[in-house]
Structures are given as C-alpha cells and as structure tokens.
Nanobody, 122 residues
Framework: QVQLVESGGGLVQPGGSLRLSCAHSGFTSTYYTIGWFRQAPGKEREGVSCISSRSDNTVYADSVKGRFTISRDNAKNTVYLQMNSLKPEDTAVYYC???????????????WGQGTQVTVSS
C-alpha cells in the first residue's frame, strides 16, 4: 500500500524557515520522482519543486528559486523541502506526490499525501 505522509508545517513569521518532510512507503524510491505542490485558498494547486529518483535533477518554481531547496534520502524513504526567507504568499497547504516522470504538473503524479499547512504571518 502506497503512503506519503507530510510533516513539518506550522506557523512562522515572515523571513523565517521551515523544513517539510515527506515520508513514503509502498514503492521503490529509485523508481519514482517526488514533487512538492501547494494550494492556497481559492487558488489552483501549483508545483513548487520536484526531484528525480536519484537526486540528479531538480526543478523549482520561479517564485521559490533561491529560497527553497528540495532533497531526498532514499535510504530513509524521505524527501525534504527546506524553505527559507518565507513570505506571506507562501501560505498554503503543501503536498508531496510521487510520479514516474519529473514534472511540475499535478496531473503527472500518481500518489499523494494528505498535506501539511504552512502559514506565514506576523
């Protein structure tokens, strides 16, 4: 049974940092890419970052380049999203998802976690 579980969300002040984790099980890490997506109230789900199965390729949305870093530890079946210099517009529910091809599109992913809330506010 495939499972992805996000953790690490919370309330942070503008300029602060959070590290999200995505623990996954039920599939072989080296066969799947992992993407981070977010959805703010009233907005469509958008791609934030994604990483290839062996970490040799990463993609970032323009809005987070230079502030967010994606990484993965296949031995621990975990993918991370380090978020620095957070802004109020980063407020959203963040999801991780697994797919067979590197893609920033939500439709390119087969399995999804339940999401974790990130709120950036003073």
């Amino acid at each position: 049974q495939v499972q992805l579980v996000e953790s690490g969300g919370g309330l942070v002040q503008p300029g602060g940092s959070l590290r999200l984790s995505c623990a996954h099980s039920g599939f072989t890490s080296t066969y799947y890419t992992i993407g981070w997506f977010r959805q703010a109230p009233g907005k469509e789900r958008e791609g934030v970052s994604c990483i290839s199965s062996r970490s040799d390729n990463t993609v970032y949305a323009d809005s987070v380049k230079g502030r967010f870093t994606i990484s993965r530890d296949n031995a621990k079946n975990t993918v991370y999203l380090q978020m620095n210099s957070l802004k109020p517009e980063d407020t959203a529910v963040y999801y991780c998802a697994a797919g067979r091809r590197l893609s920033m599109s939500p439709t390119g992913h087969d399995y999804w976690g339940q999401g974790t809330q990130v709120t950036v506010s003073s």
